[in-house]
Nanobody, 115 residues
Framework: QVQVAESGGGLVQAGGSLRLSCVVSGSIGGIDLMSWYRQAAGNQRELVAHITRGGRTYYVASAKGRFTIFRDDPTNTLYLQMNTLEPEDTSVYYC?????????WGRGTQVTVSS
């Protein structure tokens, strides 16, 4: 089972950008689905975007047009480019890898957007 580790979070002003990274311990090309989730304080964890093994992407409405999910197979890294950030984007962001029916979560990285 693979392991994943996120990085790239931080404090940014509204309108700014951040790029989150998720390094996969094994081959990212062998993973069925890779996703970014987020969880704000007091809220449930929610999907932000995912990318299939074939490269098809999906975004929730709040992320569409502002966030881009992509991966770099040679470095086994998943990314989330976040632009035009809003205070409502403040959350802990988690990477998840689905492989053969098993899901692996990272520990998360905090993103804080100030107004």
């Amino acid at each position: 089972q693979v392991q994943v580790a996120e990085s790239g979070g931080g404090l940014v002003q509204a309108g700014g950008s951040l790029r989150l990274s998720c390094v996969v311990s094994g081959s990212i090309g062998g993973i069925d689905l890779m996703s970014w989730y987020r969880q704000a304080a007091g809220n449930q964890r929610e999907l932000v975007a995912h990318i299939t093994r074939g490269g098809r992407t999906y975004y929730v409405a709040s992320a569409k047009g502002r966030f881009t999910i992509f991966r770099d197979d040679p470095t086994n890294t998943l990314y989330l480019q976040m632009n035009t950030l809003e205070p409502e984007d403040t959350s802990v962001y988690y990477c998840a890898a689905d492989q053969s029916g098993f899901r692996t979560w990272g520990r998360g990285t905090q993103v804080t957007v100030s107004s």
